[in-house]
């Protein structure tokens, strides 16, 4: 049963560098997002899809940006990373609530 | 602007006792929701249980508890007869909004709980 998939779950990137983050559900969800963790803080969102088709910013949009490929997978992506993006990249889905988590990416930009 | 606070950084509790939680939270929206959600050391995130804002009872789920008091804008988790697998990190969160079929999360910081035996 594996719910939401993340990969890669570490990475180290230098200045500059540019990544996609990859989430992949099978729980048949209509909404995806994806939210950072940084330390001493809680979840905070960059970007949502309500539904296949369609992506909307969240809180902290700037930085990234997102495909919903399909009603399964929706990715995040770093253009050009900065050091004030190293953290802890979590996706999620839902459909109604209780929104479930993948296990995370952890991103060190150097 | 809708707010999550959780004022306890950490907590700690012996193990089989009971432990709450506070949360507490700002929204002029009169549909909302509210989550707690576990995060132990391992990093994943562990819904444990939810609270709408129409729902006249409060939410149980096995050991948790939701002490929902909506005048006082209050969400606290209440978990009964702690375990040592309990010690983790616990997030408040509240979806923006009506019970769509998506929902943004505001979450609080975070409170620190650490279980003795």
């Known amino acids: 049963n594996a719910g939401v998939t993340q990969t890669p779950k570490f990475q180290v990137l230098k200045t500059g560098q540019s990544m996609t983050l990859q989430c992949a559900q099978d729980m048949n969800h209509n909404s995806m997002y994806w939210y950072r963790q940084d330390p001493g803080m809680g979840l905070r969102l960059i970007y949502y899809?309500?539904?296949?088709?369609?992506?909307d910013k969240g809180e902290v949009p700037n930085g990234y940006n997102v495909s919903r490929l399909n009603k399964r997978e929706f990715s995040l992506r770093l253009e050009s990373a900065a050091p004030s993006q190293t953290s802890v990249y979590f996706c999620?889905?839902?459909?109604?609530?209780?929104?479930?988590f993948g296990d995370g990416t952890r991103l060190s930009i150097l | 602007a809708q707010k999550i606070t959780q004022t306890q950084p950490g907590m700690f509790v012996q193990e089989k006792e009971a432990v709450t939680l506070d949360c507490t939270y700002d929204?002029?929206?009169?549909?909302?929701?509210l989550f707690w959600y576990k995060q132990p050391s391992s990093g994943e995130m562990i819904f444990l249980i939810y609270q709408g804002s129409y729902d006249q009872q409060n939410a149980t789920e096995g050991r948790y508890s939701l002490n929902f008091q909506k005048a006082r804008k209050s969400a606290n988790l209440v978990i009964s007869a702690s375990q040592l697998g309990d010690s983790a990190m616990y997030f408040c969160?509240?979806?923006?909004?009506?019970?769509?079929?998506?929902?943004?999360?505001?979450f609080g910081a975070g409170t620190r709980l650490a279980v003795h035996p």
């Open positions: 969160a509240m979806r923006e909004g009506g019970a769509g079929g998506y929902n943004k999360l505001i």
């Open positions: 999620a889905s839902s459909i109604g609530q209780p929104q479930h």
């Open positions: 899809s309500a539904s296949e088709g369609t992506t």
């Open positions: 929204t002029s929206d009169p549909s909302y929701g």
